[in-house]
């Protein structure tokens, strides 16, 4: 009934009725038998949407060793899950709002934004694939890579934090125009970008080869570049030449003399030639760019050398952690 119901768009008869939706909440938790028997190929054609729930693998061995009372937090963190991959934040907003849900202690709420899970999808299953196979996420992470604002939105509401999502922006900026053409405009990063600033999230994370305000002024983007200078107050951000890439990316653009990553942001600005807009003219961008300067002058940015001298240390290459 509830996969007939959500192919239907009529997911509210579903939450309006107290007894159905405390039945779904149930087969919501991870591991359930009945979601290890939609890994069948033969079922998951009659169940398309619940069963991408057999793509969430049970939460991190460390944590199943954990006392009984914290497995409480392991399924509340499971079933919050389950709905982005389902797509349906009307029902997270309800059991986010349910008595059993805020009656959690503050060490309860937190691990739930902290405990971590896998994802792993079957074949032929419509699920994006931004994460290595069997790496471990959060709740936070996954919606931000996603590009999942009103689930984030939510959980920041509910008093989700990022003091242990220090690279969270970097996670925001990744695939900024979307999955598969999805945001194409860039216009659901910037949402995301200005609900992790608001909330707290690092606008610079450290021993990174760039920062989030140089990887905004290179691809021209106001509205990144605007948040990232209302929250981090300086325009002369720049990163660690012997950082890491935060995409663990090992050959980036050397086509210019000097790469755009060892520039201060104001030449950075200065020197990315813009690109076409859709009808071919170039002269859109051209004011975009002109506004980026006069906001990263508005914030204080400095000339500067132009160069960072980089030539008796190339950066180290790493992964994002």
């Known amino acids: ?9 009529r997911q509210n008869l579903l939450i309006k009725n107290q007894g ?5 909440v149930q087969c919501l938790i991870p591991g359930r038998p ?14 398309p949407r619940w069963a991408k729930l057999s793509a969430l693998d049970e939460l991190l061995p460390g944590q199943q060793s954990q006392a009984a009372s914290n497995r409480r937090f392991r399924q509340e963190t499971g079933i919050l899950a389950s709905l ?4 349906w934040p009307e029902f997270a907003q309800k059991y986010i709002k349910d008595t059993n849900f805020q009656v959690l202690s503050p060490e309860a709420r937190h691990a739930v934004w902290t405990n971590k899970f896998t994802i792993n999808p079957l074949e032929n299953m419509d699920i994006p694939r931004t994460f290595e196979k069997g790496k471990p996420i ?29 690279d969270i922006i970097f996670t925001a900026l990744e695939n900024p125009w979307g999955l598969d053409g999805i945001d194409g405009d860039g216009s659901t990063t910037s949402q995301l970008l200005k609900m992790l600033l608001e909330a707290g999230a690092d606008p610079n994370p450290p021993g990174y080869l760039y920062t989030p305000l140089q990887f905004a002024v290179h691809h021209l983007e106001e509205s990144w570049v605007q948040s990232l200078l209302i929250e981090a107050r300086d325009a002369n951000l720049i990163g660690n030449p012997k950082g890491k890439d935060p995409y663990g990316l090992k050959d980036r653009d050397h086509k210019d003399r000097v790469p755009w990553y060892n520039l201060n942001p104001l030449e950075i600005c200065r020197r990315t030639p813009p690109e076409p807009d859709n009808d071919g003219s170039e002269e859109l961008n051209s004011k975009t760019r002109k506004r980026i300067e006069q906001l990263l002058i508005q914030y204080g940015a400095e000339n500067g050398p132009d160069v960072i001298d980089v030539s008796s240390d190339s950066p180290d290459e790493g992964t994002t952690t």
Not at 20 to 24: G, K
Not at 84 to 87: F, R, S, V
Request: aromatic share 12%.
């Open 34 to 47: 009945h979601i290890k028997a939609i890994t069948n190929a033969n079922l998951r054609k009659h169940f």
């Open 138 to 166: 959060t709740l936070l992470q996954l919606c931000v890579s996603w590009k999942r604002p009103e689930f984030l939105e939510l959980f920041i509401d509910a008093g989700a934090n990022f003091t242990h999502e220090p």
């Open 20 to 24: 159905v939706w405390e039945s779904v």
């Open 1 to 9: 009934m509830s996969e007939w119901a959500m192919r239907g768009a």
């Open 84 to 87: 982005i991959l389902l797509n």
